[in-house]
RNA sequence: GCGGCCGUAGUCUAGCUUGGUCAGGACACCGGCUUCCCAAGCCGAGAACCCGGGUUCAAAUCCCGGCGGCCGCACCA
């Protein structure tokens, strides 16, 4: 029997995948547990060369530092950075026709109450507030509903023992960098603008995960949080201002505009589409790394999620998105400029000053106002409470406390009333060496998976009924096949050689002799392999082998002496295959 | 979680309507022959009815439940 013809690719990848052993669902053997993958031998190595693509482009190339903190993260991080209260979805279910809505939003809706008012109301109070405010569902106009139930999709544990300590599967990779901030600071020899990357897995207890690899409860996230100073320039903006993107500016996307506006980096900022020229210096950046891996400019676009999208710590995020051919276009990488968000919530809650220190070129003096508690007139006034004044004065702005004094003759602190006698209001020349202040984030995130999924798309080619992936070379989990002609003995000793001098030179490298040499290509072809290496009668006589290349098929033969330094060349300083050799035929 | 469709060797599938042969094929894989530059051929081997329960003399087939997959709704920080 034929393939379906109706197979799309999505078909034909996961089918290739479990076959050769890239990825398949984990647990198979218990009937599978959904959102969970296995990635098998070559899916392994083809995933960890597109995170060692990572490290290369943006870790390495912009002097970031990577870091690995803990998957189980106590339950006080998520308070503090909002999670916990923004996870919880209370989902109701109508009795009649089994739709589900958020609570929250059918008393927003009907009842016209506010986001905030909803969001004090426990389980209970949501159930009581349904009734009492007649709400029905929006369609079938049913007024029963079953009890409505909180959806965490944070993973739940309890940290040790006996454990009261609540902890949660981190959604994200960054906060685990939030809360290290100080160290890291410290260790940038604190330096502004710096970066942090962390690659791990990141725990989503998705409702219903589906598509493979592009939605799963466990995966691997590649986040960078690229920390700097809001009032300083970018100063790499200039290397991509020409840089072409794909854009969806959330003005667009209101009015249903789905035809991206293909612009220049320059003009994305002049135009005012992007926040921070940071935040655009990553797109591009994120632009050319998907390029790098073989998806081409005009399958990809950036699109800003609209005001009631974005999360909850972002002030302005983009979607990087790819076009697939099942699902059209897909989320690859999200931008987010995250601003100081994440660090003052981490400093309010743990009380931990995270402000940086920068010095001026020079000084700068102003003035300003100061007042100051007159204590020979204080004291004897207030007596006891003097010293809680002295406090209540430090938290009032001067300058208003002068034009109240100045207009009504006294000011009002809680009960007290302070005269101008109480107070000393005068002008103080301050020099200002520097400024404390809390940096700004901007966040490109990527999803490991996802993007092992669509370098195989896009790699995946059907040639003459054979398979083809063209993986970039620098990601092709075997970088080499070396194939033995025929069958004979002189020739099998001399390509198991051959074979092992590779291996030794540290190449990922096959051997194979099994089936005619063409069936060995074709084996090959399919898991993206693009060198071929065969040694034949020649070989024996003027020491040279061929080698082929896997997209073009041609031929050209090289020498046994220099095939090291050859192969070298074209995986490592990107020399172009007709150069390894002279044609053959 | 709801609705629709679906689940058979490594992969793709036939068989299911109408219960009854050793569950058939193709490709892949393994061993051998072939001595070979693009999945050639021949011989041979291994390998499957998602799980549980029910109906029945008899279940891949019918029924129920579970798990899983795809699509739609919802969710997607």
Excluded at 539 to 549: A, E, G, S
């Amino acid at each position: 029997m034929e393939p379906k013809q109706t197979q799309d690719k999505y078909e034909k990848i996961t089918e290739l995948a479990k076959r050769r052993g890239f990825f398949w669902p984990s647990y198979e053997i218990y009937g599978g547990v959904a959102g969970f993958v296995t990635f098998g031998p070559l899916g392994t190595i083809l995933k960890r060369r597109i995170e060692d693509k990572f490290r290369d482009f943006f870790i390495r190339r912009f002097g970031m530092q990577e870091i690995e903190s803990s998957i189980i993260t106590p339950g006080k991080v998520f308070e503090a950075s909002g999670h916990l209260a923004h996870f919880k979805e209370p989902l109701v279910e109508c009795l009649k026709c089994h739709k589900r809505f958020r609570a929250d939003h059918l008393l927003q809706e009907q009842a016209k109450m506010s986001d905030t008012e909803t969001e004090k109301l426990s389980l209970k109070e949501l159930e009581t507030t349904l009734k009492e405010k007649d709400i029905h569902c929006p369609e079938c106009h049913s007024k029963n509903f079953d009890t409505p139930k909180q959806f965490l999709t944070m993973f739940t544990t309890t940290i040790g023992p006996y454990s009261e300590a609540t902890g949660y599967g981190r959604p994200e990779a960054a906060q685990g960098i939030f809360v290290e901030f100080k160290r890291l600071y410290e260790y940038a020899r604190e330096k502004m603008p710096f970066g942090v990357a962390q690659i791990g897995h990141a725990l989503r207890n998705e409702i219903s995960p589906r598509q493979g690899l592009i939605r799963l409860r466990e995966f691997t996230i590649m986040d960078v949080e690229y920390f700097f100073d809001p009032e300083e320039p970018c100063p790499w903006i200039k290397q991509i201002e020409n840089e072409t993107i794909h854009i969806i500016p959330a003005e667009l996307k209101k009015k249903n505009i789905k035809k991206p506006i293909k612009t220049t980096i320059k003009k994305a900022m002049e135009k005012g589409y992007v926040k921070t020229p940071w935040q655009a210096f990553f797109m591009a950046q994120a632009k050319l790394f998907l390029t790098q891996l073989g998806v081409p400019p005009d399958k990809q676009r950036f699109i800003e999620k609209l005001e009631w999208e974005k999360a909850h710590y972002s002030l302005q995020s983009f979607d990087q998105e790819i076009y697939l051919d099942r699902w059209g276009w897909t989320e690859v990488s999200g931008l987010a400029y995250r601003t100081d968000y994440d660090l003052s919530r981490h400093m309010e809650s743990s009380g931990v000053d995270m402000r940086v220190y920068k010095e001026y070129e020079k000084p700068i003096t102003k003035e300003r106002t100061v007042i100051k508690p007159v204590m020979a007139k204080l004291g004897p006034a207030f007596k006891k409470d003097a010293a809680k004044i002295v406090q209540l004065l430090q938290k009032i702005n001067p300058k208003d406390a002068e034009t109240a004094l100045e207009k009504q003759g006294f000011i009002m602190l809680e009960s007290f009333k302070i005269l101008p006698d109480h107070v000393k209001i005068s002008k103080e020349k301050i020099e200002e060496k520097g400024k404390h202040f809390i940096p700004h984030v901007v966040e490109p995130s990527f999803g490991s998976d996802r993007l092992t999924y669509i370098t195989l798309e896009y790699a995946y080619q059907q040639k003459e009924d054979r398979t083809v992936l063209k993986l970039p070379r620098e990601i092709a989990p075997i970088q080499i096949g070396v194939f033995p002609l025929l069958n004979r003995d002189e020739l099998l000793k001399k390509a198991q050689k051959i074979h092992k001098k590779l291996f030794d030179a540290g190449f990922s490298v096959e051997y194979d002799d099994s089936g005619s040499v063409g069936r060995r290509y074709a084996r090959m072809d399919e898991i993206g392999t693009p060198l071929c290496i065969t040694i034949d009668h020649q070989t024996l006589k003027d020491k040279t082998v061929t080698i082929r290349d896997r997209d073009t098929r041609k031929q050209v033969r090289t020498s046994t002496k220099r095939l090291i330094s050859t192969l070298h060349d074209y995986f490592h300083n990107n020399k172009r295959f007709e150069e390894l050799g002279t044609p053959v035929k």
